[in-house]
């Protein structure tokens, strides 16, 4: 069994409150959670309107498909119109 951690800095361009932050960072865990089934959480800058770390983890039997989703999921980050993608680190355990 191995264990893919993926963390993610975002800034989250269309946040003027904290509670405009999480309501757009709730739709992201939730549209992840279900499509991809992965544990996400955020993890950092929860008092920050406009930054968001989040925390990632996804359990699988083999290294290459669990770095193969996790950086799908980066891909998609890339994509959000909402968020920017600043950093991200990925661990296989």
Request: proline share 2%; glycine share 6%; hydrophobic share 45%.
């Amino acid at each position: 069994m191995k264990v893919g951690i993926l963390q993610v800095d975002l800034q989250v361009g269309d946040a003027l409150t904290v509670r405009d932050k999480r309501r757009i960072v709730k739709s992201l865990r939730d549209r992840w959670r279900h499509r991809h089934n992965v544990s996400v959480a955020e993890v950092e800058f929860l008092e920050h309107p406009r930054q968001a770390r989040l925390g990632v983890a996804m359990v699988g039997l083999e290294r290459r498909q669990l770095e193969s989703a996790l950086a799908g999921l980066v891909e998609c980050l890339r994509r959000e119109p909402r968020l920017e993608l600043l950093d991200f680190q990925l661990e296989i355990i």
